[in-house]
């Protein structure tokens, strides 16, 4: 049974000691919960990624950070390496959201090296696709997202394909207090898991986890999330929020 993920991703947020406190929280609520067979990932700032760790030693969750550099070492002023992230007990990587498609422009060829890189190290990618608006609009979507994935993924044997965790993230959603409707994500989804197929083969497609993301919060979680390609969510602005996060997490069922 492909394992469902609840990852939070604090984008460029929270100063220390707010990030310390919302970690604390976090990892209080959390206790309470049952979290069999569902796993929870963090993703903070690269600079605060050793203080969540040292909380992940002692609570259910484990860490994730939002780049990975696709260069192995050297004189790369600035970026950090799937070396670094690995010998600090980080296990997920981001690799591939919109925010950095966009502003940072990294391109499909970067985001597959990126994801080597990331695979080369023991490093679990969440390797981020989905559509801009217009694409929606004008029905592309399905193209734009099958070229993100073979792009970025499909250069992967079968064997590290399995390490992947995709998170299908609609540009149109993110921030925009807009979620994508269960039937819109599920339909993407399936979608997703179908090109899966088709390239390896349908028992390595149901093994891979795919994420949605774009504006879930508690209320919209639980019928996402009861979507049968729907393994969870990848969080932004709920999950700088204790209460909410914690609310996504358990509306994450069995
Ligand atoms: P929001 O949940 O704030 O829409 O962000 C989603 C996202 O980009 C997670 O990576």
Redesign the pocket.
């Known amino acids: 049974m492909r394992k469902k993920i609840i990852a939070g991703?604090w984008k460029m947020n929270k100063t220390f000691q707010e990030a310390d406190e919302l970690v604390e929280s976090i990892a209080q609520g959390l206790k309470e919960l049952n979290l069999s067979n569902k796993e929870v990932v963090l993703c903070p700032p690269f600079l605060y990624a050793e203080m969540v760790s040292d909380y992940a030693e002692e609570y259910p969750f484990s860490v994730g950070v939002q780049n990975v550099s696709e260069y192995k070492r050297g004189a790369y002023t600035g970026e950090v390496s799937a070396e670094m992230i690995q010998s600090m007990d980080i296990n997920y990587v981001?690799i591939g959201?919109?925010?950095r498609r966009a502003y940072f422009h990294e391109s499909d060829d970067m985001l597959a090296g990126k994801t080597d890189r990331a695979l080369a190290y023991g490093l679990t990618p969440i390797f981020?696709c989905g559509e801009q608006l217009e694409s929606r609009k004008d029905e592309t979507h399905f193209e734009v997202v099958k070229a993100q994935v073979v792009d970025g993924l499909f250069h992967l044997d079968k064997d590290e394909i399995k390490h992947v965790v995709i998170?299908y993230?609609p540009v149109w959603?993110?921030?925009?207090g807009e979620t994508a409707s269960k039937e819109q994500a599920q339909e993407m989804h399936k979608f997703i898991r179908k090109l899966l197929a088709a390239k390896y083969n349908q028992e390595i497609a149901d093994e891979i986890t795919i994420l949605y993301?774009?504006?879930?919060k508690p209320d919209n979680a639980i019928e996402l999330f009861a979507e049968p390609d729907v393994d969870g969510g990848?969080?932004?602005?709920?999950s700088l929020k204790a209460d909410d996060f914690i609310a996504i997490v358990d509306a994450m069922k069995e």
């Open positions: 991703n981001i959201h919109s925010e981020c998170a993230e959603a993110i921030g925009t993301g774009g504006s879930v990848l969080i932004g602005g709920a």
